[in-house]
């Protein structure tokens, strides 16, 4: 096998044969474990100093280094998140785009939130069913949409269920 | 009785017959309040938390078939049968139902994972069970979670809804018809990540593609949902169309292409599982799209599933080499391609 050194770094050994379609055609790259990871979750790299100084900050409630989250992508408890807030958040916005939760997002279940997903699913299947001109389950699915409307329309004035 | 024993079966959910789609899943990961992730636990309180989850997840698991990943090889064999993944640690313990639609993680990355699989487009079935199972855990537990973060888990891929859905589709006329730059400039545009056939990166192989949802802390779990939708549609249909330019444009290339597969996996004696992939997609291919002389898609999905080195490996001998697994798949396909099976 090769020793080659990452094609990324250029600083720690090839261990990982890095797949991925550009223009349609297969890139085979050699990298290291950091380098593919990171590039697995399109975040830039990471230079050797900066690991070494992060490497001094830790998680008191697990170990964790500041590093090692920024190379395995990965925290060590919920600790962790209040220890590295602010790096957590860099990394998280480089990730997935935004630095903290969604105030939106409710993620309560609720029999509400199941009909409002089956209407969305049985609006589907209508369109579907129009499309085919079958009429007759058109019409079937069109009375249970009008159901599950009724329904919601009951929960939304009795909010106590 | 061998620890695979219970897992002699081809899971339903990976037979798949005709479809785009060849199977769905829904998945959660939560951690336990106040406990480290498994990673960093000592081995008392890795065993604690096991304790305490198999208590309280009891009725939910009841009759499951449960195993513990304690070694490499199993950890192999359950990252082939799409339980685990990669990177799974040691010393997880995993329940799944018969059929394996259903299983539960305890302390693999995180504390508890657990996931919805069902066979073609149930992309709504498997969302519903898994909030249903997700509504009766949470009732059981107190569950790891930040209002700045959401639920926290050991992966930052993760943290915020804590929920990923993805579908495996199986795209072989876009491939062969050389569309896959113009789809993949569409998908790329989707908040969407794109996987091979283990949900590893370097595995886009077989004619299979994996497509999961990806924004955990932005994107609500049914917005999710509604976007894989309309994701796995438009994918849908580049296939269909695909298929259909490949089947009136490129008819002799297509029969050449399945006739030679087909006189590879009849004569080979050595085979890696790589190229057994390969032909054995196309002939899944032919077989959907009603070529003759083909084995039928049921027996080919099973040869699929069981090529894999472990697989191969737990029908034999665990130790066997790698060229010995080799050999092992050319006798396993040639014996079986034509011939109705029973698991
Ligand atoms: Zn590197
Ligand atoms: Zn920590």
Redesign the interface.
Same mark, same amino acid.
């Given at each position: 096998m090769h020793k080659e050194l990452c094609e990324i770094c250029g600083k720690r050994p090839a261990e990982?044969?890095?797949?991925?379609?550009v223009?349609?055609k297969k890139v085979v790259m050699h990298l290291c474990k950091i380098c593919?990871n990171r590039k697995?979750?399109g975040l830039p790299l990471l230079l050797t100093e900066e690991i070494e100084e992060d490497s001094a900050l830790v998680c008191p409630?697990? /170990?964790?280094s500041l590093s090692q989250?920024k190379q395995t &992508?990965?925290?060590?408890?919920?600790v962790c998140?209040d220890t590295f807030?602010g790096a957590?958040k860099d990394?998280?916005k480089k990730?997935? /785009?935004?630095?903290?939760?969604?105030a939106?997002?409710? &993620?309560k279940?609720s029999e509400e939130?199941?009909l409002?997903?089956m209407k969305?699913?049985l609006k589907?299947e209508l369109d579907e069913a129009v499309k085919n001109e079958d009429f007759e389950r058109a019409a079937k699915l069109r009375d249970e949409i009008e159901n599950i409307d009724k329904r919601l329309k009951w929960l939304g004035t009795n909010p106590i269920e | 009785m061998a620890w695979y024993e219970p897992y002699r079966i081809t899971p339903p959910w990976w037979q798949s017959q005709g479809k785009i789609v060849a199977s769905t899943r829904a998945r959660f990961t939560r951690n336990i309040e106040g406990h480290r992730f498994p990673q960093r636990m000592d081995e008392k309180e890795r065993e604690s938390i096991l304790n305490e989850i198999i208590l309280s997840i009891k009725d939910v698991v009841s009759g499951f078939k449960n195993t513990v990943i304690d070694t490499n090889i199993k950890r192999d064999f359950f990252v082939e049968r799409h339980v685990l993944s990669k990177d799974s640690q040691k010393n997880i313990a995993l329940f799944t139902d018969h059929t394996e639609e259903e299983s539960y993680l305890i302390n693999d990355r995180d504390h508890l994972r657990f996931q919805i699989t069902m066979p073609d487009n149930a992309l709504f079935d498997v969302f519903s069970l898994a909030r249903e199972r997700l509504r009766t855990l949470e009732k059981e537990f107190n569950f790891s979670y930040s209002d700045t973060f959401g639920y926290l888990t050991s992966s930052l891929t993760n943290t915020g809804t804590g929920f990923r859905l993805s579908a495996l589709m199986f795209i072989p006329g876009i491939f062969l018809a050389r569309e896959t730059e113009k789809i993949l400039a569409l998908l790329v545009k989707a908040p969407i990540v794109l996987r091979g056939l283990f949900g590893g990166h370097s595995e886009i192989k077989g004619n299979y593609l994996q497509i999961s949802t990806k924004f955990t802390l932005s994107m609500g779990i049914e917005d999710d949902l509604r976007m894989l939708d309309e994701v796995v549609k438009a994918l849908s249909e580049t296939e269909e169309k695909s298929r259909n330019i490949l089947l009136s444009e490129a008819h002799l290339e297509l029969e050449d292409r399945i006739s030679r597969s087909l006189a590879i996996l009849e004569s080979a004696r050595i085979m890696s599982y790589d190229e057994s992939l390969e032909h054995l997609s196309i002939l899944k291919f032919a077989s959907q799209l009603g070529f003759e002389g083909i084995p039928d898609e049921k027996t080919i999905n099973r040869l699929i599933f069981w090529s894999s080195p472990s697989h191969i490996a737990s029908l034999e001998d665990f130790e066997l080499k790698d060229e010995e697994i080799d050999i092992k798949r050319a006798d396993f396909i040639r014996k079986h391609l034509f011939r109705d099976y029973e698991d």
């Open positions: 990982v044969e890095f797949v991925e379609i223009d349609g593919a697995a979750n409630n697990c /170990g964790t989250i &992508l990965q925290v060590g408890c919920p998140y807030r957590i990394l998280l990730l997935q /785009g935004s630095a903290s939760f969604s939106q997002i409710d &993620l279940t939130k199941d409002i997903v969305y699913r589907k | -």
